[in-house]
């Protein structure tokens, strides 16, 4: 595979999962890990993608501002958005994790809005600020730079404190015998908490993410109530999910 195929992969792998590890990508490339190091860094200085220990996060992951010409397939995590928003009931308390699709559902929701949201990300509690009628409750503890997600025993314990009416989760990865899964320990850790803490599971995926899986495991397909894509909910590729008794949005 010619260097450039091989940099078109990882950022492709960057876009859809947000972050990938060098050991990961060594692997379905077939290549050793110094060779993916190295397309990293070049990538790295063109400003296609941040390297970060161990591995790389897309652009539109690391972001403070938003920006949407740096959110990967955002056309369609702007449809699952608004699919989300409609699920929210009035005066709701909404537990709602980090990621690019997680922040347009913050943006879409609408002005007459009132309810209460939690969340560990920084990313998504700035965009919830801009919201006048909703209460912002951020959940603290160590901050993953290249995430801007707060982990650890305390963002955990503070989650023992909740019980939300609905809880939106994103995933880096999804498929039917491993279910939801991640690339970060830590962030694995607090999504399980998120899970206990919430009456109700959501987890909006984009389509590119059907089938993938990741190293660490979040958790299995029936544990999350409903799946929402940017697909018509009758697609055949969403057949298999179907069988799992997951309403399909």
């Known amino acids: ?44 200085q063109q400003q296609k993608l941040k390297k970060v220990h ?84 951020f959940i603290g503890g160590r901050l993953l730079k290249h995430a801007q997600i707060a982990v650890g025993p305390s963002t955990i314990s503070f989650m023992n404190e909740i019980k939300a009416d609905i809880c939106f989760m994103t995933t880096h990865s999804i498929n039917v015998d491993n279910g939801m899964s991640d690339s970060d320990w830590d962030i694995v850790q607090v999504k399980k908490a998120m899970m206990k803490s919430s009456k109700k599971i959501v987890a909006p995926v984009i389509s590119k993410k059907l089938g993938s899986s990741q190293r660490y495991r979040t958790c299995s397909l029936n544990e999350v109530d409903v799946l929402l894509t940017e697909l018509d909910p009758f697609s055949s590729k969403l057949d298999p999910y179907r069988r799992q008794n997951i309403e399909i949005i």
């Open 1 to 44: 595979m010619l260097k450039e195929e091989r940099q078109q992969f990882i950022l492709n792998e960057a876009r859809i999962h947000n972050k990938v590890l060098l050991g990961d990508l060594a692997d379905q490339l077939k290549v050793s890990v110094d060779t993916v190091r190295r397309d990293v860094k070049e990538l790295d």
């Open 54 to 137: 161990g591995g790389a996060i897309s652009n539109g992951f690391n972001i403070y501002n938003y920006n949407e010409a740096d959110i990967y397939s955002h056309e369609e995590k702007a449809f699952i958005a608004k699919k989300a928003v409609s699920l929210i009931p009035e005066n709701a308390i909404v537990l709602i994790g980090g990621g690019t699709t997680n922040l347009e559902i913050a943006r879409y929701l609408p002005a007459n809005l009132s309810a209460t949201f939690f969340t560990p990300s920084l990313s998504v509690a700035m965009q919830l600020m801009t919201h006048e009628k909703i209460e912002v409750l």
